[in-house]
C-alpha cells in the first residue's frame, strides 16, 4: 500500500502559476502510475492528469492540455502538478492518486484509482 499526502495548494488569482506536490510513502514509489484529479463544490471528481511508472507517457484532460504539466521524480519519491495560466474554473480539491496497475484505456475513471490523498485546495480569484 502507498501513503499519499498533496501540498502546495493555495489562493491564486486568475493567470498566476501554481505547482502541486504528492509526496507518496510506503511501497516502491516506481511501482505506481500516479495520477492527479479535481473536485469543484457540487461537481464529481474529474480527471485532470496521469503519468506513468517512468515519466515516460502523460495524459491530460482536455481542457487543461497546455496550461498543465504533470511531472514525477522517483529518487523524491514526489508526483507534481504545475498549473500555468490558472482559471477561476479551475478552482477545486486537488487530489493525487496512485495505481499499480495502470490502465491507458480507463485512466479517467475514479474507480481504477486505489490510492489518494486528503487533497489541496486550490482556489483562483478573478
Known amino acids: 500500500q502507498v501513503q499519499l499526502a498533496e501540498s502546495g495548494g493555495g489562493l491564486v488569482q486568475a493567470g498566476d502559476s501554481l505547482r502541486l506536490s504528492c509526496g507518496a510513502s510506503g511501497r516502491t514509489f516506481t511501482h505506481y502510475a500516479m495520477g492527479w484529479f479535481r473536485q469543484a463544490p457540487g461537481k464529481e471528481r474529474e480527471f485532470v492528469a496521469a503519468?506513468?511508472?517512468?515519466?515516460?507517457?502523460?495524459y491530460y484532460e482536455e481542457s487543461i492540455k497546455g496550461r498543465f504539466t504533470i511531472s514525477r521524480d522517483n529518487a523524491k519519491n514526489t508526483a507534481y502538478l504545475l498549473m500555468n495560466s490558472l482559471k477561476t474554473e479551475d478552482t477545486a480539491v486537488y487530489y493525487c492518486a496512485a495505481s499499480f496497475v495502470f490502465s491507458d484505456t480507463y485512466y479517467f475513471n475514479v474507480k481504477t484509482w486505489p490510492y489518494w490523498g486528503q487533497g489541496t485546495q486550490v482556489t483562483v480569484s478573478s
Open positions: 503519468i506513468t511508472w517512468n515519466g515516460g507517457i502523460t
